[in-house]
């Protein structure tokens, strides 16, 4: 890890000064993106386990393709150090090289921003961006440059080996496909699973459409989902419909982002509001999402390409041995209200970080 970070600390030195250069593609290659993959434990000048220029199916290459027992496990296409990396053109292609050569993994790359894609998953090309690391401080305020090297780090010769992005990547998607399945049973509910509740609740008196429009009310309160801005449920009085959608809404916060932090954010936010399913409030605002019980705000999240950052209602004196990725910032400017700072990029700090979620929750309660 050390010289992962080493490594992160000498290329964010240079930024700045290529950037106003231009850098072609070449250039950024040898100068960001062939000192990276060295620390990261892959030796680009050896062939049978760094091929570059490795050949496609039409006749084209892909700059990198790193190998295990000298078999590709990941494909890594560059760009000039100033592309936006955002050409769908660009996208496809390189997701599109991986499949048809049986590589699960990908990246696209401008040196300073890294794009990882599975390119089995099935969706359009840019619906595959599994997560996104930047070298750029700007834009991973907040984010100690540990974590970004342990970002990095997923990708690495004995990560690859191991078969962490794997386990990273099955974790993510399975978890927004079975989101989307819960979805579609809850808000479009089939007789099947109406008559199987109600052989459960054993009240005739319970009528399937009542089951059906139950289940609506409650999925859409505990679940992740935003209630229709329209939806209007039956057996409710005018008063209790719901209200119009706020300039703000989940699609603002999470349309661009990788989906290992759109699941981070909503597994975040399925448990703030599963604090108290009455009376937690959510509210989009510009640039975070805050939660709040009576009034009281008790966790703020701010959505990065890179991760999450998360502000509670805590002194941060008050935490006894405070993990690496909490920090005070009771003095320093933030967006979200509350004097502790957690940056979240993985589902195992939020795992560990619930504690102190849940402890901001009960001081405000």
Same mark, same amino acid.
């Given at each position: 890890?050390?010289?992962? %970070?080493?490594? %992160?600390?000498?290329?964010?030195?240079?930024?700045?000064?290529?950037?106003?250069?231009?850098? /072609?593609?070449?250039?950024?290659?040898?100068?960001?993106?062939?000192?990276?993959?060295?620390?990261?434990?892959?030796?680009?000048?050896?062939?049978?386990?760094?091929?570059?220029?490795?050949?496609?199916?039409?006749?084209?290459?892909?700059?990198?393709?790193? !190998?295990?027992?000298?078999?590709?496990?990941? +494909?890594?296409?560059?760009?000039?150090?100033?592309?936006?990396?955002?050409?769908?053109?660009?996208?496809?292609?390189?997701?599109?090289?991986?499949?048809?050569?049986?590589?699960?993994?990908?990246?696209?790359?401008?040196? %300073?921003?890294?794009?990882? &894609?599975?390119?089995?998953?099935?969706?359009?090309?840019?619906?595959?961006?599994? +997560?996104?690391?930047?070298?750029?401080?700007?834009?991973?305020?907040?984010?100690?440059?540990?974590?970004?090297?342990?970002?990095?780090?997923?990708?690495?010769?004995?990560?690859?080996?191991?078969?962490?992005?794997?386990?990273?990547?099955?974790?993510?998607?399975?978890?927004? !496909?079975?989101?989307?399945?819960?979805?579609?049973?809850?808000?479009?509910?089939?007789?099947?699973?109406?008559?199987?509740?109600?052989?459960?609740?054993?009240?005739?008196?319970?009528?399937?459409?009542?089951?059906?429009?139950?289940?609506?009310?409650?999925?859409?309160?505990?679940?992740?989902?935003?209630?229709?801005?329209?939806?209007?449920? !039956?057996?409710?009085?005018?008063?209790?419909?719901?209200?119009?959608?706020? $300039?703000?809404?989940?699609?603002?916060?999470?349309?661009? /982002?990788?989906? $290992?932090?759109? $699941?981070?954010?909503?597994?975040?936010?399925?448990?703030?509001?599963?604090?108290?399913?009455?009376?937690?409030?959510?509210? &989009?605002?510009?640039? &975070?999402?805050?939660?709040?019980?009576?009034?009281?705000?008790?966790?703020?999240?701010?959505?990065?390409?890179?991760?999450?950052?998360?502000?509670?209602?805590?002194?941060?004196?008050?935490?006894?041995?405070?993990?690496?990725?909490?920090?005070?910032?009771?003095?320093?400017?933030?967006?979200?209200?509350?004097?502790?700072?957690?940056?979240?990029?993985?589902?195992?700090?939020?795992?560990?970080?619930?504690?102190?979620?849940?402890?901001?929750? $009960?001081?405000?309660?």
């Amino acid at each position: 890890m050390k010289a992962i %970070i080493v490594c %992160i600390e000498n290329l964010r030195s240079k930024i700045d000064k290529f950037r106003k250069t231009g850098l /072609k593609e070449y250039p950024t290659r040898t100068i960001f993106i062939d000192p990276l993959l060295q620390s990261l434990g892959w030796d680009v000048v050896d062939p049978d386990e760094v091929e570059l220029e490795f050949p496609t199916i039409d006749g084209k290459s892909v700059d990198y393709a790193p !190998k295990i027992n000298r078999k590709p496990v990941l +494909f890594i296409e560059a760009k000039p150090l100033n592309d936006l990396l955002t050409d769908v053109k660009s996208i496809t292609q390189i997701v599109g090289y991986a499949a048809n050569a049986g590589v699960e993994w990908c990246i696209l790359t401008n040196g %300073i921003n890294y794009k990882i &894609y599975c390119s089995t998953e099935k969706a359009e090309a840019p619906d595959k961006l599994l +997560f996104e690391i930047s070298l750029d401080l700007k834009e991973t305020e907040g984010i100690s440059t540990r974590q970004i090297a342990e970002q990095f780090a997923r990708f690495s010769r004995d990560a690859m080996a191991r078969g962490v992005l794997d386990k990273i990547g099955e974790q993510v998607f399975t978890t927004g !496909k079975i989101r989307k399945a819960l979805d579609k049973l809850f808000m479009d509910t089939p007789n099947s699973l109406i008559r199987l509740i109600r052989s459960i609740v054993k009240d005739d008196s319970i009528k399937p459409i009542q089951v059906k429009e139950s289940l609506k009310r409650l999925w859409l309160r505990t679940s992740e989902n935003e209630i229709p801005a329209n939806y209007k449920f !039956k057996y409710e009085t005018p008063e209790k419909t719901m209200k119009k959608e706020k $300039e703000y809404n989940e699609e603002y916060h999470i349309g661009d /982002k990788p989906r $290992e932090v759109v $699941e981070l954010f909503k597994t975040i936010d399925n448990f703030c509001r599963n604090f108290d399913l009455v009376n937690v409030e959510r509210k &989009y605002l510009a640039k &975070y999402v805050k939660y709040s019980c009576s009034k009281n705000i008790f966790c703020c999240i701010h959505l990065q390409k890179s991760g999450l950052r998360v502000w509670l209602k805590l002194n941060y004196s008050e935490i006894k041995n405070p993990p690496e990725y909490a920090r005070d910032v009771s003095r320093v400017g933030h967006w979200g209200v509350g004097d502790v700072e957690l940056t979240i990029d993985s589902i195992e700090k939020f795992q560990s970080a619930k504690y102190l979620i849940q402890k901001s929750f $009960e001081k405000i309660d």
